[in-house]
């Protein structure tokens, strides 16, 4: 408690042990900001991943059947992206009470939209294709056809999609838990350090300014980082930056 709001090492009074000071319990800083990163970007992970997963398999599967099964998936992706997730997320962790396996949970459930409609719309595209026809001409299962041909295809498509939801993950964990419904002590991620941290801004900015820088270049870097991905394994996208 001695060392309680001490400022960043190049402010006055602040000193190199802290390099970004110290909150209200005299806690480094920086070591809660690498501590939260840990389980911030393990909710982000796994739910973007599960989702991705559901994801691809409905739009997949969806696309390829045809008929009135797709036409009902294809709506209920609409009904559930008419869905308010965050109030979702609050009404049922208000009822269950708040957990990270629980909140992994809702994001999986309430996040496979936009995955479902971009593996739709290519499996739609490829299924007319000339080596989907002699597949089928070969005397291919359906099983066969969907995962042997047809989703090799549109992984590319998946892993981009894969890193473009991270950032959306990440940033609704720290709204969650900014909120209080999410990660709760004595756990800790971004979205709770930003919570404690502004009771404290007039006395103490650094203590939720950090944690939101981590947010803000994790979030930045994602995003760079699936522009490049896509310009790698898209062939269109490589084409048309005139790489080869």
Known sequence: MTERFLPPAWEAGGTWSHPLGTDNLGRDVLSRIIVGTRLSLLIGGLSDVGAAAIGVTIGLVGAYVGGWRSVALARLTDLQMALPGLLVIIAVVGVYGPSVS???????????????????????????????????????????????????????????????????????????????????????????????????????????????????????????????????????????????
């Not at 995962?147 to 991270?166: C, D, G, K, S």
């Open 102 to 244: 629980l909140l992994i949970l809702l994001f999986i459930i309430l996040g496979w939209m936009i995955s479902a409609r971009l593996i739709r719309a290519q499996t739609l595209s490829l299924t007319s294709s000339s080596f989907i026809e002699a597949a089928r001409s070969s005397g291919a299962s359906d099983l066969r056809i969907m995962f042997r041909h047809i989703l090799p295809n549109v992984m590319p498509t998946a892993v981009v999609v894969v890193i473009i939801e991270l950032p959306p993950f990440i940033l609704g964990e720290a709204s969650i838990s900014f909120l209080g419904f999410g990660v709760q002590p004595p756990d800790t991620s971004w979205g709770l350090l930003l919570a404690e941290g502004r009771r404290y801004m007039t006395v103490a900015w650094w203590v939720s300014i950090f944690p939101g820088i981590a947010v803000f270049m994790t979030l930045l870097s994602l995003t760079v980082l699936a522009n490049w991905v896509q310009g790698e394994i898209d062939p269109v996208a490589r084409a048309g930056s005139g790489r080869r």
